[in-house]
């Protein structure tokens, strides 16, 4: 038996979108790792399938995540610090507060039913 494909899940750090995409198997990784840092190693590769809770769009985009400063992003975030940050080195935890901190995502689908009350 082969495995064909994992799945993992992570929540934005920038605007809480829950969104999900896939572990390469066959990726030789060094054998002290574990699954969550084969997670974030695939989270910067950008393997991405789907925002969690959000409707698809019918078509294949090829979206990339990334892991800045410690923070997970998801591929809207990715895109927003890309624009504001130079290629040649990765965002600082202050701009990326600042950058994300300005016109919010609408995160009620992805942590939907969190906050609510019973």
């Given at each position: 038996m082969s495995l064909m494909h994992v799945r993992a899940t992570f929540r934005c750090d920038g605007c809480g979108?829950?969104?999900?995409?896939?572990?390469?198997?066959?990726?030789?990784l060094p054998a002290d790792w574990t699954l969550f840092?084969?997670?974030?190693?695939?989270?910067?590769?950008g393997s991405f399938l789907a925002y969690v809770g959000e409707k698809r769009s019918g078509r294949r985009e090829h979206l990339f995540s990334s892991l800045?400063?410690?923070?997970?992003l998801c591929p809207?975030?990715?895109?927003?610090?890309?624009e504001a940050v130079p290629e040649d080195r990765d965002a600082t935890e202050a701009e990326?507060?600042?950058?994300?901190?300005?016109?919010r995502f609408e995160s009620t689908q992805a942590?939907?039913?969190?906050?609510?009350?019973?």
């Open positions: 979108r829950a969104f999900m995409f896939e572990i390469t198997p066959d990726t030789k840092e084969e997670a974030e190693d695939c989270l910067r590769g800045q400063s410690g923070h997970h809207d975030c990715t895109s927003r610090i890309d990326i507060e600042e950058i994300l901190s300005s016109n942590v939907q039913g969190e906050d609510e009350e019973d």
